[in-house]
């Protein structure tokens, strides 16, 4: 059962200001990032092994590097540091314009949707999982 | 942005495509053990704070009060291949919630109906949602034990569905019946489009 972990934490989510005001200050503030659109399956990598003590990089933009070691979605992001999608886009705002991670928005026609190709690739792929 | 002198190793593989599939349906229809029962991971959660402006309606002096909501979604992923991921997203229940949905639905290439028979009216609003915004959507009823067996025709008509969405039973539990829906889902949706284009090319 994992219905009293559920709750646990709905609760602490709703927990008076912490987790409001905690991502405010994690980006100064801020509420959109520098430079990028960051949909919530943009594909995020890591274009090196670690950033040190860069000016300007707090600890989330250091973990975001260091989880982006392997292909992570903003979505996913967002999940394991347990920060609300918006303090996430900010913060990776930040490392694309310092060209620290490389994102692949998610591949659209100009209808908006993917190609049939994909459709096709999605099928196979379920069928062999 | 210098993009010619990129720091990835050289001859690095291109990012994967990354796709979704929304869940929806009403409260305890079992979203979010649909998205467990096929990801790779348990669910993983994750939120959006908004920010709503409002003078107080109780509050004599008028004040504009910041009142913050966290909206949380559950979602899910399977790698299908190295250039393949799939994200299946958990809808919000909440109706309030509707653009939290728009956000979600931009680019989802279809969705699934969660229904259950016993308050088939709770999965109105996900329908009505996803007609209106042309989503391709399949509706699957989870079978829960001691629900009446329904014939999934007299589903449709009180769905009041147009006759070509599909409708299917399922079991969010268990991995093979989420598939099925799954390529369902999908089918379906590529049919859609082939039909669109060629309604677009008369
Ligand atoms: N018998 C049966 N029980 C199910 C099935 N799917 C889900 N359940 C149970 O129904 C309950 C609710 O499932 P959830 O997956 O949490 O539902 P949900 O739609 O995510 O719920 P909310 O997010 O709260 O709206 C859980 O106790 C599940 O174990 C099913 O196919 N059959
Ligand atoms: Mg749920």
């Keep these: 059962m994992t219905g009293q972990g559920e709750l646990a934490e ?105 190609d049939d190709s994909v459709f096709e690739a999605v099928i196979n792929g379920l069928r062999a999982l | 942005m210098d993009y010619g002198r990129s720091e990835r190793p050289a001859g690095a593989a291109p990012l994967p495509t990354a796709i979704k599939i929304l869940i929806a349906g009403g409260f305890g229809v079992g979203k979010t053990t649909l998205v467990g029962a096929v990801s790779e991971t348990r669910p993983l959660r994750t939120e959006e704070v908004l920010t709503e402006t409002g003078v107080g309606i109780d509050d004599l002096s008028g004040v504009e009060e910041k009142t913050t909501t966290t909206v949380a979604m559950d979602f899910g992923r399977i790698t299908l291949s190295d250039d393949l991921v799939l994200y299946l997203f958990g809808t919000p229940g909440q109706d309030r919630f509707w653009f939290v949905w728009d956000e979600l ?85 590529m049919k859609l489009r082939e039909e669109r284009r060629r309604a677009a090319a008369d």
């Excluded at chain 1, 990028?36 to 040190?52: H, K, Q």
Aim: glycine residues 8%; hydrophobic residues 45%; negative net charge.
């Design chain 1, 10 to 114: 709905h609760e602490w989510v709703d927990d008076h200001a912490g987790p409001v005001v905690r991502p405010y200050a994690v980006t100064g503030g801020r509420a959109r990032p520098v430079t990028g659109t960051f949909d919530l399956i943009s594909l995020v990598t890591a274009t090196r092994a670690e950033v040190g003590s860069e000016s300007g990089l707090g600890p989330e933009h250091v973990a975001i590097v260091g989880l982006c070691q392997r292909i992570q979605s903003v979505a996913e992001i967002a999940a394991h540091l347990d920060l609300p999608v918006g303090t996430v886009r900010v913060l990776l705002g930040d490392l694309a314009a310092r060209s620290l991670v490389q994102v692949r928005e998610p591949r659209a026609t100009p209808a908006g949707l993917p």
């Design chain 2, 105 to 189: 639905a931009l680019g989802a290439i279809g969705a699934v109906v969660l229904a259950d028979t016993r308050r088939l009216a709770d999965c109105f609003p996900s329908i009505d949602y996803f007609e209106g915004r042309g989503t391709p959507f399949v509706v699957a009823v989870n079978c829960f034990e001691g629900a009446k067996q329904y014939r999934l025709d007299e589903v449709q008509g009180a769905l009041d569905l147009d006759p070509d969405v599909p409708v299917v039973l399922c079991d969010a539990r268990e991995r093979e019946s989420v598939k099925e829906v799954l390529i369902t889902l999908l089918e379906y949706a």
